[in-house]
């Protein structure tokens, strides 16, 4: 069945893998990002795209590019929240605008969006929204505090969102990849704390060179993402979360081996707290 999927970040990475397989699946795209030349360069011409300038960290901007596609497409059916940018260092090295823009981008803009969404879907009593989240929304890892942070905070959202619009018919789905093979971390998608702790150095170089070298040559391939999400999407019941790849599967489980090992080490403990009568 033809849907109207609207994306957020389609200029580079994975939201061009995204628009490219929709609108290949016969779909009608909203493609959207901050530089709408871009996006037109990455996805090129289709008669069912189109192309929208959208900023996820304003409100306007949000508002703006979802009355423009109800105009032209008379809704929107699916909404991708897969803008990105990696705010990467060590918590103490990482600047207060640094954390707070990185929270902007994952958190609020995906808020904003989602927001400016809802009405539509809401009148037509279905929806489903998607939101691109990272085996770091899972389990934190150093050098990542601010990324997981946001990705945490997106999850805990969503989470509380589902119950607030299942009864109006809309869906929702976490999605967690593993390393995939995008840009997020090129220049163009990611920061790093300027060094200002040596006690950090030694750490700081090791993860400078451990992302250099993961940089074209992650091993996910984020085609093969694409098409899980046009089937998940085409799903009666889609998943409230999807765990992409198996290295994704890995922090998955060893996340829940330590919860259940955290929760057994202390249970007769935890269980002490109610009032004695």
């Known amino acids: 069945m033809e849907k109207v999927w609207f994306i957020t970040g389609v200029g580079r990475g994975m939201g061009t893998n995204f628009a490219k397989a929709a609108l290949n699946a016969g779909h009608k795209v909203v493609a959207t990002g901050r530089n709408p030349d871009a996006v037109a360069k990455a996805i090129g011409e289709a008669e069912n795209l189109m192309v929208v300038q959208l ?7 949000a508002q703006s590019a979802v009355k423009a596609a109800v105009d032209r497409f008379g809704t929107i059916d699916v909404l991708i929240n897969n803008a990105a940018h990696f705010y990467g260092g060590f918590f103490e090295e990482l600047a207060p605008d640094q954390i707070e823009r990185q929270l902007q981008v994952a958190l609020i803009g995906p808020m904003n969006v989602t927001r400016a969404v809802l009405p539509a879907m809401r009148k037509q009593r279905s929806g489903h929204i998607i939101s691109i989240s990272s085996g770091a929304g899972i389990s934190g890892f150093e050098f990542n505090s601010a990324y997981a942070a946001s990705k945490f905070a997106l999850e805990g959202w969503m989470d509380s969102l589902q119950p607030e619009v299942s009864p109006f018919g809309i869906h929702t789905t976490i999605v967690n990849p593993g390393f995939f093979r995008t840009e997020l971390l090129t220049e163009a998608s990611s920061t790093f704390a300027n060094p200002t702790i040596e006690d950090y150095a030694d750490r700081r170089a090791g993860y400078m060179t451990f992302f250099n070298k993961q940089n074209g040559q992650q091993s996910g391939d984020p085609n093969k993402l694409a098409k899980a ?12 979360r999807f765990i992409a790849g198996a290295d994704a599967i890995g922090i ?13 080490a202390y ?8 009032y004695e009568d």
Do not use: C, F, G, N
Not at 267 to 274: E, H, I, W
């Open 55 to 61: 900023d996820v960290t304003r409100p306007v901007d």
């Open 252 to 264: 998955a489980e060893q996340k829940i081996a330590d919860l259940r090992s955290q929760i057994d």
């Open 229 to 240: 999400l046009l089937m998940i999407a085409s799903e009666a019941e889609p998943p409230r």
């Open 267 to 274: 249970r007769d403990l935890s269980t002490s707290m109610a």
